[in-house]
T-cell receptor, first 117, second 112 residues
Framework: KAGVTQTPRYLIKTRGQQVTLSCSPI?????VSWYQQTPGQGLQFLFE???????NKGNFPGRFSGRQFSNSRSEMNVSTLELGDSALYLC????????????????FGPGTRLTVL | DAKTTQPTSMDCAEGRAANLPCNHS???????VYWYRQIHSQGPQYIIH???NNETNEMASLIITEDRKSSTLILPHATLRDTAVYYC?????????????FGKGTKLSVKP
């Protein structure tokens, strides 16, 4: 079974631009979560989508948004990029929502490394 | 979710057991202990989880103290490929958020 894939793997943008990152979950998984990883703040949760609906959201500004398609693929968008948005963006998929009553292992992709100049 | 405390870094000789401690003194009765690791430039990888009983799988063993205030992840025969940052996370299964809250983790260096 193929793992979680993220595209692109590397991206360079300038301040003020916007960017869209893509994540394809493991086949059959309907939950996709996004995390941001920076040296200073570590790994932080952005949001989760399940069956095309946002289920949970972390403490990030509205410039960070996402969506999920009917095939469970997800995109994350960051508008008006700032230097501090430079980070590794990770997505993770699981078979059930994070808030389900049963344990659900999250499988992470390799990430997209975004550099904002 | 409860906070966890882990040493910043640890060394281990190749072939020896690596014992990674984690303190979670404020853990609640319905919170599980999870361990993930992140090898350089890759996404985190699930290792093991447990509630109150010791657990073992093909990767590692998890020992949770009787009062559940601390736990130890054991890699029985560490290899160079086990060099990574190891994260101990406590999380309510079925909680209102459900997402993983990562701390700083322990950077394990396995040396030849």
């Amino acid at each position: 079974k193929a793992g979680v894939t993220q595209t692109p793997r590397y991206l360079i943008k300038t301040r003020g631009q916007q960017v869209t990152l893509s994540c394809s979950p493991i086949s059959g998984h309907r939950s996709v979560s996004w995390y941001q990883q920076t040296p200073g703040q570590g790994l932080q949760f952005l949001f989760e989508y399940f069956s095309e609906t946002q289920r949970n959201k972390g403490n990030f500004p509205g410039r960070f948004s996402g969506r999920q398609f009917s095939n469970s693929r997800s995109e994350m968008n960051v508008s008006t990029l700032e230097l501090g948005d430079s980070a590794l963006y990770l997505c993770a998929s699981s078979s059930t929502p994070l808030t389900s009553g049963s344990y659900n292992e999250q499988f992470f992709g390799p990430g997209t490394r975004l550099t904002v100049l | 979710d409860a906070k966890t405390t882990q040493p910043t870094s640890m060394d281990c000789a190749e072939g020896r057991a690596a014992n990674l401690p984690c303190n979670h003194s404020t853990i609640s009765g319905n919170e599980y202990v999870y361990w993930y690791r992140q090898i350089h430039s890759q996404g985190p990888q699930y290792i093991i989880h447990g509630l109150k009983n010791n657990e073992t799988n093909e990767m590692a063993s998890l020992i949770i103290t009787e009062d559940r205030k601390s736990s130890t992840l054991i890699l029985p025969h560490a290899t160079l490929r086990d060099t990574a940052v190891y994260y101990c996370i406590v999380r309510v299964v079925g909680g209102s958020q459900g997402n993983l809250i990562f701390g700083k983790g322990t950077k394990l260096s396995v040396k030849p």
